[in-house]
């Protein structure tokens, strides 16, 4: 009975193809899926170690948190029952500094990334020199561009606020949000709210200021607070363990697929291990490169266009400290590192201090960021030279020189798509040249975050049950 039902296959077990399992579960039980996972576990990037030792920490391989804003993540945490379960970041140490000129600099109080929605602040701040602070105040002034195309991230901030806004602070953060190179980022791929506010009001400022106050009007009176970044007490692995534990379908782990054959009306999968899959429908929720080796036999020019998507390596450090060892330290949420100060880290996250219960006892927790276009060589390291030169940094940045309780080390190599200028004209491209019934879907195209893997694995779902209408409807 069950084998006559329409089959969908996913490939790629991460949070896009969970949530499209889920999907998929949640729309209709008049079709059977097969999600293939060629790791042992489930999740992808989104992975918490938990290490019992002299301590309990709690140690994020991947992201630590996601956007709330964007409603796709919070909706699934609601629909698996964890929303009680949501934790927010310390929101009594919010400082972040930036290490400019040598000296740490706080980042001043009342900016929406880079954009100041409080004047006083920015103009105070010992960030930016005072031709740079006058040169970020063109932006009300400077006429908006005409050109409705994509630019690079780099040259709009470069053209609204200035070359000292972008050097000091918009590279560190906003490159580094996506581990990306500001002079080949795209705008409209990972920040078009910066086009849509220079579109609409003529300026960034003015325009960044209207969306904030529009936001606060939506708010319902009395809703409860949902916090803008959001974890959970065991960090996101929860997340993933209850979306794992929900999936109604066949699940492969430790598979690989070798290739896929175009069948008539439909797909065969053909799995490393020899076995075959017959599917109506094929979600691919791996990484661009993985999926043009996939898909290379029966769509050529699709594979060579997801070749075109360039990944970059990235990797953290993960240290435990004796709270005593670091009283010396200011407490803050992390320190960004321009990549004009030519440091061989590229951030440090103080986690124990902007997430409760990360470490335990007297005991602090830092993350240290390496790798990306920033520092490709740092990532090339052997452990012991890796952790020698974090080591060196953080003494030199930070004055730590006490020894480490505990170190981790994660890697992730080819993890990061970078999203380079045309990068969304290039993606409709692939979506137009992938033959009917397989659908594209993960970081690679609409959004790192995990929000917008979220959202396309939905969409993907969403597509392939309306092309198993279509073949139901035809038959």
């Keep these: 009975m069950h084998a ?37 576990r489930l999740g992808g990037k989104v992975r918490t170690d938990i290490v019992e030792g002299q301590g309990r920490y709690v140690i994020e391989a991947g992201p630590d948190s996601f956007l709330t804003q964007k409603p796709a993540a919070l909706g699934l945490v609601r629909d698996l029952g964890l929303a009680e379960r949501l934790i927010g970041s310390n929101q009594q140490q919010k400082t972040v500094y930036i290490y400019s000129r040598g000296r740490l600099e706080q980042m001043p109080e009342g900016l929406m990334l880079v954009v100041p929605l409080k004047l006083g602040p920015f103009i105070r701040s ?33 053209r609204r606020m200035g070359r000292e806004v972008l050097e000091r602070m918009a590279e560190p953060l906003m490159s580094g949000i996506h581990n990306a190179e500001c002079e080949r980022q795209s705008i409209q791929a990972t920040f078009p709210r910066f086009q849509q506010a220079e579109r609409t009001h003529g300026s960034l400022i003015r325009g960044l200021r209207a969306e904030q ?4 009007a ?37 598979t690989g697929v070798a290739s896929i054959q175009k069948a008539q009306n439909g797909y065969r999968v053909l799995l490393e291990n020899g076995e075959v899959l017959d599917a109506d429908a094929v979600i691919m929720a791996t990484p661009a490169y993985a999926t043009a080796q996939i898909v290379r036999g029966f769509a050529p020019d699709l594979a060579a266009q997801l070749e075109q998507i360039r990944y970059v390596s990235t990797g953290t450090v993960t240290l435990a400290f004796r709270s005593s060892d670091l009283a010396h330290v200011k407490p803050c949420a992390g320190v960004l590192l321009p990549r004009i100060e030519g440091r061989k880290i590229n951030a440090v996250t ?34 012991p030279q890796l952790m020698e030169t974090v080591r060196a940094e953080l003494r030199e940045l930070l004055g730590i020189t006490a020894e480490p309780l505990h170190t981790h080390i994660v890697r992730w190599h080819r993890a990061n798509p970078q999203y380079d200028v045309g990068h969304l004209d290039r993606v409709a491209q692939m979506e137009k040249a992938s033959p009917q019934g397989l659908y594209l879907a993960g970081c690679a195209y609409r959004g790192v975050g995990i929000p917008d893997c979220v959202q396309q694995g939905q969409d993907a779902a969403k597509r392939a049950l309306g092309r198993i209408a279509q073949l139901v409807a035809s038959n």
Excluded: C
């Design 4 to 40: 006559s039902l329409p089959h969908v296959v996913i490939v790629g077990g991460g949070i896009t193809g969970l949530s499209a399992a889920h999907a998929l579960d949640k729309s209709s039980d008049r079709l059977r899926y097969t999600l293939i996972e060629r790791d042992a």
């Design 350 to 383: 103080m986690s124990s201090i902007k997430w409760e219960g990360r470490a335990s006892g007297d005991t602090t927790l830092l993350r240290v960021f390496f790798g990306g276009s920033h520092n490709p060589g740092t990532f090339a390291l052997e452990d």
């Design 213 to 216: 106050k529009a936001m606060r």
């Design 218 to 254: 939506k708010r319902k009176p009395g809703a409860p607070a949902v916090p803008a970044f959001a974890s959970f007490p065991n960090g996101l692995q929860e997340l993933i363990d209850r979306l794992s534990a929900s999936i109604q379908g066949s699940v492969l782990r430790d």
């Design 126 to 158: 010992g960030l930016l020199s005072l031709p740079g602070r006058l040169r970020a105040g063109l932006d009300f002034i400077l006429p908006r561009r005409r050109d409705p195309g994509d630019e690079s991230l780099g040259d709009f901030i470069r």
